[in-house]
């Protein structure tokens, strides 16, 4: 057992892996930089570099040496008539490159300028401290085509001029680029993130400043305390309907539950609860409508958290029941002269086992997210209301912890499930 | 083994004894019925659509009208009433029909192929394409459904290309599934040996003579999956980020619950109906379908 525990475990590394990955690249490569998500439109380029610095997502993506920054966003002159046009430098005019904030102190940054003049011209780098001589002037034999200058800041980069170019002659500048270089070739968002994951750090939020491993452990509480009722309230009616639906197989009183199975999942999940708050909480005030304060308060969400997933839960239960209802050891027992209720509950039962166990602890990790409605429907201050907010106000960070979250307790789950399989069943062989 | 292959009803292949045990019962006939007529009310709604965005209007369903707002429904030209701001609540449905019917095609139309052709290559040639696929779709399963669905969409950005991404790249996994077991269970039929003997490519193999034993699994999914995208799609749109801007289902709800407690029911009850009904017939028609066509899939369905 312990090996192939060991073995299952060794298994789900790949699978981790790929959660990883796909996080990764759904919250990185596909949606880019959520700066300007949360912190709105008018934020300052400084506090947008600011927040990539704190997530780290002002690095290359998976591997590399330059990285752009919000200091100098790129410009290309497009063709003439186009929206930015060329910059024309008259002639001996110099070009500071602009800089939206200080560049850092002691780092290396490469900048280059798309330069096209008439003829060969000379011209020439200038940057560094203005207090002082300029640090360094490179002269360019020719200004003509890209000009590149690699140069590194000192200890206090916003007292220094930044990179100016100058030409002897007439020139204009069609575009100009300005990389930072990172500290080495892995310092990566991929590896950030991967970091960041080894320490189980999930990050902060935007909206609240917390730590999400802080938000995700004071949410989890009434999560629970309402998906864990809403479960075991829905799996023992489900699965006594279905032994009910077995024992009176094809009669109308199974027809008929049948039939309101489907109408029951084919309601709307958020009219049940829409409904149920205003008749029941409302209009005839059986229910508190809103809040957290008692046991109270979780009954009318249990209630119709049950009711809502009742017709899945009992149709699935069925058929498992059915599937054993027809195997011959049911019509030896009823052979025997055993009851219907010896049969189902002696015979039936444990033989559906196994499916029900399979389906019920593959639904255990999605009670964690608690019931993302419900939670903000009635105010309970659990993990599904947060992810509401959190996708509402784009926080990434928590919508990503507890994506995470939630995936690893799936994996965990599916483990758990083989693992039953392996306990319940003789027939299941640990190979 | 191979002879179960051969249908046992004395004329006409699989899809037509499945038409004709279909027909045979009238509540499935209704439940088809109710599908066309969707299907014909969301083409209107696009045709409405198209013609007054053609004739640059604000058509009657955006009409704001505050003087007719709160008209109850049997009113004169608005059978359906109106809503807080005046506008036809009937109209308003018909356009949640034109996009939740978009959602249901859209989403399958991204969900069926990815799933279809990774479920045909992993289950055909097995080894390492195999191990590559059901790494990926295992990798998929693990993703926490909805939050992830919610979670693409907010990436991609509110709006119905979100609801579309985020429904349609997550729904291929079962899908794939069932199309990998079941492809394995043919690739060494006989009739598959057969055609390899002709000489016939793996692609000719696969997608001509394979696909076609398996397509009924296609048609059991796209029924069942077409009502649980409308499904995600309301809830979505409810939540705002969704649909924008437009009579969706899901903003008709999120409208009307606010009115409720005003006692203005209608447009609650007008969008609940619609959706149940929808909703129902497919539900129903799916489950007919997959009795008729595969009565396994009923125990070995996941999702």
Redesign the interface.
């Known amino acids: 057992m312990t090996r192939y525990i060991l073995r299952r475990l060794l298994h789900m590394i ?2 981790l892996f ?2 990883l ?2 996080t990764f690249i ?2 990185n490569v ?2 880019g930089s959520p700066a300007s998500m949360s912190l709105g439109k008018n934020a300052s380029p400084q506090s947008l570099e600011e927040f990539d610095e704190e997530r780290g997502i002002n690095k290359p993506l998976i591997f590399g040496l330059w990285t752009t920054t919000r200091a100098c966003p790129d410009w290309k002159a497009d063709s003439p008539g186009g929206r930015t046009p060329p910059r024309v430098l008259a002639a001996g005019q110099a070009f500071a490159v602009p800089l939206h904030f200080p560049l850092r102190p002691g780092t290396r940054y490469r900048v280059r300028l798309d330069v096209a003049a008439g003829k060969a011209n000379t011209a020439e780098w200038t940057w560094g401290p203005t207090n002082a001589l300029l640090r360094r002037a490179v002269q360019v034999a020719s200004g003509n085509g890209p000009q590149v200058l690699d140069f590194a800041t000192g200890a206090d980069p916003s007292r220094e001029q930044p990179p100016t170019f100058s030409v002897a002659g007439a020139a204009t500048l069609e575009g100009c680029t300005l990389r930072r270089r990172v500290r080495h070739i892995a310092d990566s968002q991929f590896v950030h993130f991967l970091g960041q994951m080894v320490r189980l750090d999930l990050g902060t939020s935007m909206a609240t400043n917390q730590r999400v491993t802080t938000m995700l452990k004071a949410g989890i509480g009434p999560s629970l305390m309402l998906t864990v009722p809403i479960f075991l309230g829905e799996v023992a009616i489900a699965v006594v309907l279905a032994l009910f639906c077995a024992w009176q197989r094809n009669r109308w009183t199974d027809r008929t539950l049948v039939v309101t199975a ?2 029951l ?7 049940w609860i ?2 149920g708050q ?1 008749v029941l909480a ?1 209009k005839l005030q059986w229910f508190p409508i809103w809040g957290f304060e008692s046991w109270r308060y979780l009954l009318l969400p249990v209630t119709i958290g049950i009711v809502s997933g009742l017709g899945t839960n009992l149709r699935f239960y069925r ?2 029941m059915l ?1 054993e209802m027809y195997r011959d050891y049911v019509r030896t027992a009823y052979a025997k002269g055993l009851g219907a209720g010896g049969v189902l509950f002696k015979h039936v039962l444990p033989n559906a086992m196994i499916p029900i166990i399979t389906n019920t602890v593959i639904a255990l ?2 009670l964690y ?1 608690g019931s ?2 419900l939670e903000s429907f009635f105010g309970i201050p659990g993990l599904g209301g947060m ?2 907010n959190a ?2 106000s ?1 926080d ?1 960070d928590v ?2 912890g ?2 995470l979250i ?2 690893v307790l ?2 965990g789950a ?1 483990l758990l499930t083989d693992l039953c399989y392996a306990a319940v069943d003789p027939r299941v062989r640990l190979e | 083994m191979n002879s179960v292959q051969t249908t046992h009803e004395p004329d006409g292949t699989l899809w037509g004894s499945a038409w004709r045990d279909l027909r045979r019962r009238p509540l499935v006939r209704f439940c088809l019925g109710v599908i066309v007529l969707f299907t014909l009310v969301a083409a209107y709604g696009e045709v409405v659509y198209r013609w007054n965005r053609l004739r640059d209007v604000t058509p009657s369903y955006q009409k704001v009208d505050l003087e007719r707002r709160y008209l109850p429904p049997g009113t004169a030209g608005h059978w359906l009433g109106t809503d807080n701001l005046g506008r036809d609540v009937a109209a308003r449905v018909v356009q949640g029909a034109r996009i939740a019917f978009q959602v249901g095609v859209v989403t399958a139309l991204i969900a069926i192929p990815i799933g279809v052709v990774l479920g045909c290559l992993a289950g055909y040639f097995g080894g390492r394409a195999d191990d590559w696929i059901v ?2 779709y ?11 669905i ?3 969409s ?3 950005g509110k709006g119905l290309l979100g609801v579309y991404l985020g429904i349609g790249l997550t729904t291929w996994v079962g899908l794939c599934r069932l199309i990998r077991a079941e492809v394995m269970k043919h690739r060494d039929r006989a009739y598959v040996l057969a055609a390899r003997s002709l000489g016939y490519g793996d692609g000719r193999i696969l997608f001509r003579h394979i696909l076609p034993n398996v397509l009924h699994i296609v048609i059991i999914t796209f029924s069942l999956r077409f ?1 649980a995208a409308i ?1 995600t799609e ?2 979505m749109s ?4 969704g649909v924008q801007g437009e009579p969706s289902w ?1 903003v008709m ?1 999120g409208n009307a ?1 606010l009115r ?2 005003q006692g203005v029911w209608w447009e ?1 009850a007008a969008v ?1 109906v619609a ?2 009904v929808v ?2 017939a497919f ?2 028609v799916g ?1 007919a379908l997959r009795d008729a066509l595969d009565p396994r899939l ?2 070995r369905e996941t999702t």
């Open positions: 790949p699978t790929g959660v990955l796909i759904l919250f596909v949606g489907v109408v999942m084919s309601v709307n999940y958020l009219v829409i409904l205003f409302f058929t498992v599937d990790p999605f997210t993302l409605l992810s509401v996708i509402n784009a990434v919508v990503r507890i994506v939630g995936a799936y994996m599916n | 790494w990926l295992s990798t998929v399963a693990c993703m926490p459904g909805l939050l992830f919610l979670a693409i907010m990436v991609v009502p499904g309301v809830f409810f939540l705002g980020i899901g709800i619950r409720l407690w609650m609940t959706i149940l909703v129902l539900n129903l489950d009923r125990a």
